[in-house]
Structure formats: C-alpha cells, structure tokens
T-cell receptor, first 113, second 110 residues
Framework: DGGITQSPKYLFRKEGQNVTLSCEQN?????MYWYRQDPGQGLRLIYY???????QKGDIAEGYSVSREKKESFPLTVTSAQKNPTAFYLC????????????FGSGTRLTVV | AQRVTQPEKLLSVFKGAPVELKCNYS??????LFWYVQYSRQRLQLLLR??SRESIKGFTADLNKGETSFHLKKPFAQEEDSAMYYC????????????FGKGTLLTVNP
C-alpha cells in the first residue's frame, strides 16, 4: 500500500492542545493538499503546496498551519485556535497541474475530548 | 469562483436498475472534471475523468458544456456500487486546486 501515507489513523486531542498530522508520499509529486471531510459538507481545502518551501491557504485555513520542508512530506498542525477540530482529515498529492487527478491517503480521524 | 453542485445527498436504487448521479458546475473556462468514489472503510479514489473518456466499472460520464453538467451514469447498478460519490473540478484559474461537490451517497438495494 504505497503512494501516500497518513498517520496516525486515529488521534485524540484535549482541548487547548496542538496536534500534528503526518502525510508522506513517495510518488514524486510536486503538489500536496490537506482536506477536511465532514458529513454533508464534502471535502473542503485547508492548505495546499505546489512546491517545496511554499504553501497557500485554502478555503478553511483558520486554526491550521502547515510546513513543506521536503517534497515527500506535508504535515498539518491543528492548533488550539481551530474552533471545531473534530473531523476526518485527508491528505492528497498530485502533479503540479493535477491533470491526472489527485491520489489520496487513507485519512486521520481527529477527535477532541 | 468555481463551484460544483451535486443536488442529491442520497440516492437509492434497486440492483439492475439504471443509476444517474447528477453533477453541475460553474466555471467560465475549460475545466477538467472528475468523479471520485469512496467505498465503506476505503480511501477516496479516482473513478474517472472526462479527458480520458473511459468507462470504469461500467460507469460513464459525459461533459456537457452547454448545460455545465457532468452526470455519472451506469445502466445496471450492482450492490457493490454502494458508496459515496464526489464530483470534482480542477482549473488553471484556481492554481489547479480540486474543488469538490458535497457528495451523493448511493445505496443499491438487493
């Protein structure tokens, strides 16, 4: 099961804590993305990066932060400023123009307790 | 701004019946359209894209620029088709970000 790996599969966080979700890909893709999936909301883009050391805010970036120090890795930090962090988080990667479609990871389910 | 609309949250059909999952989009240029599928407990995966004009698992989708639609069709639904289906759009004008509809949950009853 190569391609794109997200860890952990399940994550529990106490209110007020920051947590970091891992995303690694071995597809040699330039671009990487973080989406949040909520029932009835579809997938909403949090952050994306088209090249190393550069990233852009998506539609719902507030309360999240990312880094892209290596081509293979795009970790997402859910900060305490995120008001409703309980959700399913999906990481994806693609070629820079995305014409072949995106490849998705298996997701991380974050629960705030 | 680009937008993808899937008007049906839920769609239920019987095995062997035809199925059509609707997708409409708003974008003034020439976007690339996709259908993604998420089976229970599996990761989101690409089903088909309009550029390749291929048929996957018996599904087809035709891009209708006049109606700005990209409906997904299958003549005879199977129980294993039960899943969440997402229509998505990508365009140069949005830095090639993939914009998703809210999804349609298809249930195929025996």
């Amino acid at each position: 099961d190569g391609g794109i790996t997200q860890s952990p599969k399940y994550l529990f966080r106490k209110e007020g804590q920051n947590v970091t979700l891992s995303c690694e890909q071995n597809l040699n893709h330039d671009a990487m993305y973080w989406y949040r999936q909520d029932p009835g909301q579809g997938l909403r883009l949090i952050y994306y990066s088209q090249i190393v050391n550069d990233f852009q805010k998506g539609d719902i970036a507030e309360g999240y932060s990312v880094s892209r120090e290596k081509k293979e890795s795009f970790p997402l930090t859910v900060t305490s400023a995120q008001k409703n962090p309980t959700a399913f988080y999906l990481c994806a990667s693609s070629t820079r123009q995305g014409s072949g479609g995106y490849t998705f990871g298996s997701g991380t389910r974050l629960t705030v307790v | 701004a680009q937008r993808v609309t899937q008007p049906e949250k839920l769609l239920s059909v019987f095995k062997g019946a035809p199925v059509e999952l609707k997708c409409n989009y708003s974008y003034s240029g020439s976007p690339e359209l996709f259908w993604y599928v998420q089976y229970s407990r599996q990761r989101l995966q690409l089903l088909l894209r309009h550029i390749s004009r291929e048929s996957i698992k018996g599904f087809t989708a035709d891009l209708n620029k006049g109606e700005t639609s990209f409906h997904l069709k299958k003549p005879f639904a199977q129980e294993e088709d039960s899943a969440m289906y997402y229509c998505a759009l990508i365009s140069p004008g949005s830095n090639y970000k993939l914009t998703f509809g809210k999804g349609t949950l298809l249930t195929v009853n025996p």
